[in-house]
């Protein structure tokens, strides 16, 4: 699928993209958690799968002064098949593009899913770079290679046709996934992903990404980088390996489909994986013992 066709799709099928209103308007006011850096991968707008809700609540929480989208914002191979782009889709575009014009440098790296986009590489959309990747320094002085991942999936180099079959398999894997969590979601209970909780349980799983994350960091330690961020493989992960005797970190900012995670930069360097369920769960919580009722010390002493 070609920029070209994806944007006759988008055409068609969209009175107004990118959109000039959100359906839900950003919330006026409130604070927001500042990062120096926020890495956010594998949204997959365009299908049923993608936690839009969660996402938009992520984007009107926090904010940065750079944020890498690290591919797969887009699913290209999906939108050929069946369009689907609810107005939540519009509303992350929307919050993404108005960060970009409030200041935020705003990289997007095309993954495997939206390489129709790695067309226009080296080009600006709207305040948006487009790079096939990226170097990242940090607060503290790492230097950090980005970029997507598909580029080290051996299914992906040898075996394309086999990639399209289990993107089909992952799909089916998603629709049991929101099925799940509607269920969940009537009986109170908080977001949990059936697909992370299966990946763990399958060994060859576990092997491939085991494999993955030593790849990638080995590439980086050959390129003489620190470390790497990517995606990809929908695993969220810190880890460190070694190359020619020097730690290499491997960063892995997860997916906004099954573990709807971010990676972020603190302003003094540090880096940290946000679980965003999570993060949702303890304000709640939060917000729930400041609304309750104080006990009276003067009732309780009478």
Known sequence: MTGADLSDLINDNIASFPPGRPRT???????????????????HLGTKGCNAELLIDFLDSVDSETMYLVGDIIDGWRLKKKFYWPAAHNDI??????????GTRVVYIPGNHDEMFRQFTGLNFGGIEIRRAAFHDTADGRRLMVLHGDEFDAVMLSHRWLAFVGDHAYHLMMKCNIAVNTVRRWM????????????????????FIGKYEEVV???????????????????AEFRTFQHNGKPVEYWNDGDWVEGCNALVEHHDGRM?????????????????????????PAREAA
């Open 25 to 43: 308007p950003e919330p006026e006011g409130g604070a927001r958690r500042r990062y120096r850096t926020i890495w956010i991968s594998d949204v």
């Open 93 to 102: 575009v929307w919050r993404i593009m108005k960060r970009a014009r409030r």
């Open 188 to 207: 109170g209970k908080p977001y949990w992903s059936l697909s992370k909780a299966a990946k763990h349980k399958v060994k060859n799983a576990v092997e």
């Open 217 to 235: 960091a080995r590439a980086a330690g050959e390129r003489g980088v620190d470390g790497v961020v990517c995606g990809h493989i929908h695993t």
């Open 272 to 296: 940290e994986i946000l679980h965003w369920p999570e993060e949702m769960k303890r304000r709640a919580e939060s917000e729930a013992a400041a609304a309750a009722p104080q006990d009276d």
